[in-house]
């Protein structure tokens, strides 16, 4: 009996079934100008939304993808962050029930700005995964049931356009008065 392993057979000579294909690897990603105008926008949004923090979690997604490292990263370095989170809390010291307070939070905001940063680039990460799936789904045609019904594809399509901008933009103006609110608060 030899150490060498035997050599796998074909399906053809009827010794089994064939192997499934390897699974496609990711396109390559190149430079063009509208993934570095996406990749602004993203950037732009992030630091609206948590200043320089968010900068650093859009500049943590720009270097993964220019540098060729695995996309998977993103998120591992998000769920680092998530992590993080707590020690950064125990280190600097767990509140007593009398210090819990609006200071507590204020006294530093290590972990609000680790918590962005790890949410921001889990869900990127989950948006890149999922964004390649979806779109060999819609190649494929396949479309969900719901899509086919024309009232739940579009609810609002018996109003006239004038009144879906209005709506539209009467969403826009509350998120955007929470916001505030939330950041005056």
């Known amino acids: 009996m030899s150490d060498q392993p035997t050599p796998p057979t074909s399906a053809a000579q009827g010794a089994g079934p064939a192997r499934p294909a ?8 190149t ?17 609206m939304l948590d200043g320089l923090p968010g900068m650093v979690a859009a500049l943590v997604v720009g270097v993964v993808y220019l540098a060729g490292f695995p996309r998977k ?6 769920v680092g962050c998530l992590a993080s989170v707590p020690v ?19 006294r530093s905001l290590w972990p609000h700005h680790l918590t962005f940063i790890g949410l921001a680039l889990v869900c990127t990460a989950a948006v890149i995964d999922l964004v390649p799936t979806l779109r060999a789904l819609r190649r494929a045609g396949v479309v969900h ?8 594809a579009e609810p609002f399509r018996g109003l006239s356009a004038r009144w879906r901008w209005i709506i539209v933009s009467l ?15």
């Open 31 to 47: 430079l063009g100008w509208r993934s570095a105008f996406g990749w602004l926008l993203y950037a732009g949004f992030l630091g």
């Open 22 to 29: 390897a699974p496609a690897a990711p396109a390559a990603f």
């Open 171 to 185: 969403v826009f103006v509350a998120a955007a008065w929470s916001c505030v609110g939330v950041i005056r608060a």
């Open 88 to 106: 950064v809390i125990v280190i600097q010291g767990i509140p007593t029930q009398a210090s819990v307070s609006p200071k507590f939070v204020s």
């Open 73 to 78: 990263a993103i998120g591992w370095l998000g």
């Open 145 to 152: 049931p719901e899509a086919t019904d024309p009232a739940h």
